[in-house]
Nanobody
Framework: EVQLVESGGGLVQAGGSLRLSCAASGFTLDDYAIAWFRQAPGKEREAVACIISSGAGVTDYRDSVKGRFTISTDKSKDTVYLQMNSLKPEDTAVYYC???????????????????WGQGTQVTVSS
């Protein structure tokens, strides 16, 4: 059974850090592109970061998190991480990881993220 399980969310003060984990089971990370999304109350879901392991670890980030967030993988643990530093109140949201089968495309915008999603983990940043 394919499954994505997020963890690591919580409450943190502005300027603080959190590391989110996305544990994958039922598939190998090399076969999929993985992305982190977030959705704040009353707002649309937005892509935060993406990594394509088969593409020499190609990564991409939305502009508002560049320089603050880092996506990475630990293939030995089948886990994708999102290190979030210098957190801001506007980063408050439910964070989800998603997987899309690697198609050979080496840019994140080429994926639709229709395959698998986790259940989400809440991140709250207080001011």
């Amino acid at each position: 059974e394919v499954q994505l399980v997020e963890s690591g969310g919580g409450l943190v003060q502005a300027g603080g850090s959190l590391r989110l984990s996305c544990a994958a089971s039922g598939f190998t990370l090399d076969d999929y592109a993985i992305a982190w999304f977030r959705q704040a109350p009353g707002k649309e879901r937005e892509a935060v970061a993406c990594i394509i392991s088969s593409g020499a670890g190609v990564t991409d980030y939305r502009d508002s998190v560049k320089g603050r967030f880092t996506i990475s993988t630990d293939k030995s643990k089948d886990t994708v991480y999102l290190q979030m530093n210098s957190l801001k109140p506007e980063d408050t949201a439910v964070y989800y990881c998603a997987a899309d089968r690697f198609s050979g495309l080496l840019y994140c915008s080429g994926y639709r993220w229709n395959d698998y999603w986790g259940q989400g983990t809440q991140v709250t940043v207080s001011s």
